[in-house]
């Protein structure tokens, strides 16, 4: 459930199931969940807020969640969008989450990626620049797949549908 405050009350505490409260210049959005309970099992708070945003908002990048992005502050906004997980370790966090397939795609990405721009003549910092580039797109697109794979119990091989 979402209610919009004034934001003069933006500092007050609401309830005991407050979830969280984004500051914008003249409203709030405040986010109110019952239970971390989600498609029958329980997850920390940190997942429980980004489900709940993308079961009010959808897809962080769609015409509504990018709205409700722009009201939140810059970490609340990268907490829901970027797991630094990804980008930490890479194919490690899809396989603790049961994402072997997104797992797969990220490694064979990043092996192809570094093949081709090797066989191109590349140098090596390059390499890497580009190889962090891709972590960062699978960082951006792991959020939303976790989400999604828990919803419908299903992982897909094409982890870049998420993007539009």
Known sequence: ???IVPYAFAGMRYDMNLLFIHSCFKEVI?????DREYFG??????????????ENYGKP?????ALALKS???????????????MLVGFIFFLTKGMWRSALVQ??????VGLVLDALGFSHRAIKACSYGVNFLFAIL??????MKEKTGKE??????FIR
């Open 1 to 3: 459930m979402v209610h």
């Open 30 to 34: 405040v986010m109110d969940v019952q």
């Open 41 to 54: 099992k329980v997850y920390s708070e940190k997942w429980a807020k980004r489900f709940a945003f993308y």
């Open 61 to 65: 990048y769609s015409k509504e969640g």
């Open 72 to 86: 939140m502050g810059l970490f609340e906004r990268s907490n829901i969008t970027i797991n630094l997980w990804v």
């Open 107 to 112: 490694v064979l990405t990043l092996v192809a």
């Open 142 to 147: 792991a959020n939303y797949a976790y989400y």
């Open 156 to 161: 897909s091989w094409n982890i870049f549908q």
